[in-house]
Nanobody, 125 residues
Framework: EVQLVESGGGLVQAGGSLRLSCAAS????????IGWFRQAPGKEREGVSC????????YYADSVKGRFTISSDNAKNTVYLQMNSLKPEDTAVYYC??????????????????WGRGTQVTVSS
């Protein structure tokens, strides 16, 4: 059974930091790309940052470039999203996703193969 379990969400003040974790199981981690998506109330789900485990290629949405960093620990089957300089507009439910095939040009595109259940991130002003 495929599982993607997010953790690390919470409430933080603007300018603060959080680190999200996505623990994966049930599939060959090295063969997949892992991504972080988010969905704010009333808005569509969007790709935030993604990483291909086979070659380390990464993608960042323009809104988070320079503030967020994605990394992967293949030994632990875990992907992290370090979020710094958080803004109120970063408030959303953050979802982990796994996708078998993400060409460079379409990294972080939906649909994806598997989703986690999400973790809430709230940034207060």
């Amino acid at each position: 059974e495929v599982q993607l379990v997010e953790s690390g969400g919470g409430l933080v003040q603007a300018g603060g930091s959080l680190r999200l974790s996505c623990a994966a199981s049930g599939f060959t981690f090295d063969d997949y790309a892992i991504g972080w998506f988010r969905q704010a109330p009333g808005k569509e789900r969007e790709g935030v940052s993604c990483i291909r485990n086979n070659d380390g290629s990464t993608y960042y949405a323009d809104s988070v470039k320079g503030r967020f960093t994605i990394s992967s620990d293949n030994a632990k089957n875990t992907v992290y999203l370090q979020m710094n300089s958080l803004k109120p507009e970063d408030t959303a439910v953050y979802y982990c996703a796994a996708e078998f095939y993400w060409p460079i040009r379409t990294m972080c595109a939906m649909p994806v193969d598997y989703w986690g259940r999400g973790t809430q991130v709230t940034v207060s002003s």
